[in-house]
Each structure stands twice: as C-alpha cells, then as structure tokens.
C-alpha cells in the first residue's frame, strides 16, 4: 500500500438539520458603509456604466439617415438666429462653400417658434427687428443656403420650417441648433 505524502480530506460534519450546510463562498469585502448608505460598486461595475452609457451616446449620435433628429414638441420653444451677410467675393466661391466663414455678423432676431418658423417669417423679422442702417439703401437680398444658393421669395414660404430644412442641408456644427446660447446661423446675401 502505498500512502500519499498529502493530508487526508476530513469528513464533513454534518448538522442535526436535515439540509446539509454548504461552505461560504469568499466575497470580497464591500466599501464600509458611511452614514446607512449602500457600498460603493465595484470598479468593474462603474466601468461597465459608464462603457454601456458612452455606447448608448455615442449611438444616439449615429441615425440610420444621417439627419440631425426631429425636434421634439417639449423642445420648442423661442428660435434664435443670428443673421449673417455673405461678404461678396471673387467669382471662384461657388454655390457649394459653406458661406458661414466668409460672413459679417448684422445682428439677431428671434421667432416665437423652433419649430414652425420659416425664412418668409425671419424676413418680416429682420424688417421690424433690425436697424435701418444694416442694409443701406433697403438694398434687396435673398436668403443663401449652404450647398444650394440664394432662396427665392417664392420659395421662402414653401420650403417650411427653416431649422429643419437648414440642417438637413449641412452636418456643418457652425450652423447652430436655434437657441440662445447656439443661435442658427442664417445667411443672407445682396442681390
């Protein structure tokens, strides 16, 4: 007979209840509670959080359609738009320039609504709201659209909602969101 040089397993005790007693698992110690308040969760559980909830952002970010999302009926509120004049250039700025970074600032204007506020509805605006002096003369101007030009007064009405038509012409961050602290930028030009 050969003996092992390792100790013998004891026999488990057993209780005088009829369910047998199982070994505690080693868990490992809690941050002691301060005050009744709860542990702290364990850095596992804070990383994956905060991994879920920056997948979940970032996520929100992506649409299927690439457009800025619809602005929700409990977001409406007062339009902002800062009115920018496109400075005249030389004939080689095309259609197709942005027209934000070539544009001298003539002032704002704001509108009761995100939502329903067109361009024909920023032009009565900018007549009542702004000097007489920013447009000298009463020279005309058109409305300039990034990527597609100068808008026809005929087309002010038609085109509907400006906020949402403007952003789903650019991804351009400088074009604003309407609100106060990040104004819509809306670019006019001399005709």
Known sequence: NHQSDSPKPKPKKRSNSSVEELPEEKKPKAAASMNGLSALPSLTQTTTVRRRNLTETLNSFNN???NANEIEPSEDG????????????SDSTSSTTEGLDFSSNLGFVTLPSRQLATFASIRKAIDSDLDDDVF????????HVPKLGPVSVKQEEKI????????STTNDAQLGTGIASDPLKVVIVNV
């Open 64 to 66: 299927d359609e690439g």
């Open 160 to 167: 509907g909602p400006v906020l949402e038509f403007l952003k």
């Open 136 to 143: 000298p003369c009463r020279k005309k101007w058109k409305f």
């Open 78 to 89: 007062v339009l902002v738009c800062k009115i920018l004049r496109k400075l005249s250039t």
